[in-house]
């Protein structure tokens, strides 16, 4: 039996809290009318979504529940939530306004939401889309999402609309992706950036050019991709069809004329600018769903320092290559040839024609004086990329680099130093975004938290000695327990080779004797010493609240623990966590993976300083990628903490909790245990539901905090 | 019909295997055979490392005795063992005694697959002692001037674990074997599976698409091998995508999108 509806009075009370109308004065009435019609179940859903958004903004929650019927008149319930949480996205990156606008413009989101249900988006196909450009060959090309929702292309990167949905089903729309990645593709491959642009648009009327040209190279590209990939031609023919680009084609006397010319097999830019003046400036056909735009900018800006920088590399390696060569050729191999400018390679002609040597450019190959010199693999990506600028090897680029020619560090990118970032106004340059879990809205809120890694400078002190000697007899028993650890023996039986004899096996292979069986050899029992492969990764709480006595006991806890680990072999690593709200999360490295430990880190643990409050989430996702690099068998991620997590935000109570367990939770489907120690008397409280019933020690006295750390990690390893 | 068996020492190759040279790799073979000279080869997987081995056994007219390493392959699966038969124990001689004593080419395919105790019998064989020691009878055996040891290793894609030692690999002449450049990858798969030049050709650049792919994606890119798969499926009336797609995509990756990526290559060039 169907549960009865919500009355007016109760749906009014309910709205009353999600709406906080006490302070916010939003009136309840007309949405509550609304609602009091439906039926339960969308009463429900309605409802259930409103407490989800409130807990974000109030207003933008009313807002909601004022268009939620007629949203649910247009879209299913499923599409009505994802409309909700774009509006709740909108807030977080943009504010109130253009998340009230999505709200609002409830038509506009109907019809994305019709495109999205039949379009291709992106963001899904492009791990197909990547591999598949990627494949195709040339230059290492990227795909990345267009801002203005135009196809086009920079010449390393090609940018695609978000979404496309030019045609019914999506497939087609899958289809259009690739033939626009193919034909952004067969742009750079076949030299239509090779085009003096600036010269051929000196004219009056350059858009009207730019049309021309636009028209002239589809005709010779596709010529081009019909022969390189046939299938995907035959694709696009039909999606010429399909969204009737083909109508409006004219037929210009010169343009079958045209036509012929580009889409001789050898046809290349200067073709296409010998027909620049045989059409005339009305009948050329229109642009077709995969031709993309020509964003010349970009493109002049891309390729001008691309190829200044491939020029500089190139030289450089052309150099090195010389000066390899002499050494072998010379009869005093230990002294350095000097290798200037006047140095020049040259380009072995083969029998191929130039047209195969710009679809292949891997068979060029380079000669020194007529000896051919071997190629490596790096700069025979170099050369493919130059190839694809120019078509050639330019004679310019075959001058090895004189010394001192070149400054490469003006071509590597501008590395910040996270410490300056903080010098100006706060900006996401230079950090690693990562999401954050919203119990309420059950989403995340995306790229939400910018954590940089820091430095930590050692301080050179007495605090290592003083605490080796306080502890001085805890760290001998310490050691004990771990080298019995460490040698743990596995007695492993039926063993070819072995110390003793196996009479279990040796019955066994007697009664098999009896029998006529073969005897198996596998009759030794051996000890063998287990082999630990584990990676361990302490996340130390460097939170305001830890100042004093916490502090001292955490750091004199991980140096105890840094002694004995060292002693079993196990990878570990040491980083200190603290922040002041999402935009300024802070990661203290202490002890990568790949440091030895040392003085230097030593004095980096005994720097560890308390800073300002406790965001746990964002680490927790930060330290799951590092994790990810990391191969071994056993991953465990240790939590030192003296409390809740806690934020100067929002980020407190049950919101930080829920974060945290969230990222927990992604951490452990990633194959990481993780392990909270924590001091605070009241974890019993919230631990559990973070970590799990069992993944959690409290100690009681803080002072304890050295000896228990070593003793829980020696129990969670064995 | 009844298929007629043979013992591998006893079995010689009749029809010369097609193989299509890269470089001179069979002169080079020959010569080290000459010279008692242990060899290596390298390569990718489905290059033709093994149709190499086959060629060359029917050319020095040695029967070849191949043995794919494992695991599990122990020496004395290579050396022999003692059976039971009838009360009574018999030694067996395995793969490697038998080359040995019959002057065979013995292959181990994918060597450093074996286990480590397998070096230990193929040292003293390597070398200029050419001697198989066989612990368990307590006897050596002298290779005759026929036999010829050929190990086979793929440095792409093993373990650091599973890496060959420098005292294993510096016994051997190492042949190195790589896919044949285009022209000739084409003609090997006309040669093998009689499709017309067009397929082939669109084959190899397929196959060529995948191995730009290696490393961004996959682990490996299509093997000479695969592509000879695909031209036999290809020329038993499957349709060309369907039969990259069953040779080649789904028996190079499991993972979904690569798999579809690939698909749309193919379909881009048929």
Same mark, same amino acid.
């Given at each position: ?718 | ?86 009360? @009574? ?95 000739? @990858?084409? @003609?090997?798969?006309?040669? @093998? ?78």
């Amino acid at each position: 039996m169907p549960r009865p509806a919500l009355t007016f009075e109760e749906i009014i009370s309910l709205l009353d809290v999600y709406y906080d109308a006490e302070f916010t004065f939003i009136k309840s009435e007309d949405a509550t009318e609304l609602i009091v019609k439906q039926p339960r179940s969308t009463q429900d859903f309605i409802l259930n979504l409103c407490k989800r958004i409130a807990a974000t903004n109030e207003e933008l929650a009313f807002q909601f529940t004022l268009n939620s019927i007629r949203a649910l008149e247009s879209m299913d319930q499923h599409m009505v939530e994802a409309w909700a949480m774009t509006a709740t996205d909108n807030y977080d990156r943009k504010g109130l306004t253009p998340a009230m606008s999505v709200i609002r413009d409830l038509d506009n989101y109907v019809h994305t939401a019709h495109i999205n249900a039949c379009g291709a988006v992106l963001d899904e196909e492009i791990s197909v889309l990547l591999p598949f450009v990627q494949g195709l060959s040339g230059r290492k090309l990227k795909i990345a999402e267009a801002e203005d929702n135009l196809a086009y292309t920079d010449t390393e990167t090609i940018f695609l609309p978000a979404i496309t949905a030019l045609l019914e089903e999506s497939k087609d729309n899958f289809l259009i992706y690739k033939a626009t990645v193919a034909f952004l593709w067969a742009q750079i491959q076949f030299g239509t950036f090779r085009l003096p642009f600036h010269e051929v648009l000196d004219c009056k009327d350059p858009e009207l050019q730019l049309k021309k040209i636009t028209a002239l190279e589809t005709v010779r590209l596709e010529a081009y991709i019909k022969r390189e990939l046939p299938g995907l031609y035959r694709d696009m023919q039909i999606l010429k069809q399909k969204t009737a680009d083909n109508n409006t084609q004219t037929h210009h006397d010169n343009w079958q004329k045209v036509i012929d010319k580009l889409s001789a097999e050898n046809a290349d830019i200067d073709d296409t600018l010998h027909c620049l003046s045989l059409i005339d400036d009305t009948q050329f056909p229109v642009s077709c769903c995969y031709q993309g735009v020509l964003k010349l900018d970009q493109v002049a800006d891309v390729m001008q320092k691309r190829i200044e920088k491939e020029k500089a590399y190139f030289r450089i390696t052309l150099s090195e290559m010389a000066k390899e060569s002499m050494k072998k050729n010379s009869d005093t191999p230990d002294e350095e040839p000097e290798v200037d400018s006047d140095t020049t390679f040259a380009v072995r002609n083969n029998d191929s024609n130039e047209n195969e040597q710009q679809t292949n450019p891997g068979i060029i190959e380079l000669e020194l004086e007529g000896e051919l010199i071997a190629i490596p693999d790096h700069v025979k990506q170099l050369m493919t990329s130059i190839v694809v600028d120019f078509g050639e090897i330019p004679p310019e680029h075959l001058h090895a680099a004189g010394p001192g020619e070149y400054d490469l560090k003006k071509y590597e990118e501008d590395i910040l130093n996270p410490n300056d970032v903080w010098q100006g106004t706060y900006h996401e340059e230079g950090a690693e975004l990562y999401n954050e879990w919203n119990f309420k809205r059950q989403h995340y809120h995306k790229n939400w938290c910018v954590l940089r890694e820091l430095e930590t400078e050692p301080k050179y002190d007495d605090f290592v000695t003083d605490t080796l000697e306080k502890h001085k007899g805890l760290l001998k028993s310490l050691r004990r327990t771990f080298e019995i650890l460490r040698g743990e023996d596995k007695l492993l039986k039926k063993q070819v080779h072995g110390d003793d004899i196996d009479i279990d096996a040796l019955v066994e292979a007697y009664g098999d004797v009896k029998s006529g069986m073969e005897m198996t050899d596998r009759l030794f029992t051996k000890m063998h010493k287990e082999e630990r492969n584990v990676a361990v990764m302490f996340m130390v709480d460097m939170s305001g609240s830890t100042k004093g006595w916490i502090n001292e006991a955490e750091r004199e806890s991980l140096i105890l623990l840094s002694e004995v680990i060292q002693i079993l072999g196990d990878r570990f690593a040491i980083y200190g966590f603290s922040g002041v709200t999402r935009t300024r999360c802070e990661l203290y490295k202490i002890k990568s993976f790949e440091e030895e430990y040392n003085d230097e880190i030593k004095g980096r643990i005994s720097n560890i300083q308390p800073k300002d409050y406790t965001r746990m989430g964002v680490f927790i996702r930060h330290m799951t990628r590092i994790f990810n690099d990391i191969e071994a068998s056993t991953k465990l991620l240790i939590t030192l903490s003296d409390g809740k997590p806690d934020d100067y935000d929002t980020y407190r109570g049950e919101y930080g909790v829920e974060d945290t367990r969230q990222a927990l939770y992604e951490a452990h489907r990633d194959g990481i245990h993780s392990y909270c120690i924590t001091i605070d008397e009241e974890a019993r409280d919230y631990l559990p539901h973070m970590y799990g019933a069992a993944n959690y020690s409290v100690i009681s006295d803080v002072a304890q905090l050295p000896l228990k750390v070593s003793d829980i990690y020696r129990r969670l390893t064995t | 019909m009844q298929s007629k068996a043979l013992k591998p020492e006893e079995y010689f190759i009749k029809d010369e295997p097609y193989y299509q040279s890269v470089g001179d790799e069979i002169a080079i073979f020959e010569a080290a055979y000459k010279q008692a000279l242990p060899i290596l080869l390298k390569g990718p997987t489905g290059c033709g490392k093994t149709r190499f081995m086959e060629h060359m056994a029917w050319r020095l007219k040695r029967p070849l005795i191949t043995v794919s390493c494992h695991d599990d392959l122990t020496a004395s699966d290579l050396v022999g063992r003692f059976l039971i038969s009838g009360g @009574e124990t018999v030694w067996v001689d395995g793969p490697l005694a038998r080359s040995v004593r019959n002057g065979a080419i013995c292959y181990l395919d994918e060597i450093v697959e074996a286990r480590k105790d397998t070096t230990v019998v193929i040292h003293p064989l390597a070398d200029d002692r050419r001697v198989l020691p066989m612990e368990k009878v307590g006897e050596i055996i002298e290779a005759t001037p026929d036999f010829c040891l050929a190990i086979s290793y793929n440095p792409g894609y093993q373990s650091v674990m599973k890496d060959l030692k420098q005292s294993t690999r510096q016994r051997f002449v190492a042949l190195e074997f790589d896919y044949p450049d285009a022209a000739l @990858e084409a @003609e090997i798969i006309i040669k @093998e599976t009689g499709i017309d030049a067009a397929t082939a050709g669109h084959l190899v650049k397929f196959a060529h698409m995948t191995r730009d792919l290696k490393g961004s994606g996959l682990d490996e890119g299509a093997s000479t091998r695969l592509l000879v798969h695909a031209a036999k499926l290809i020329h038993e009336g499957i349709s060309p995508v369907t039969a990259c797609k069953t040779a080649i995509s789904q028996a190079i990756t499991d993972d979904a999108d690569m798999m579809v990526a690939m698909h749309e290559l193919s379909s881009s060039l048929f």
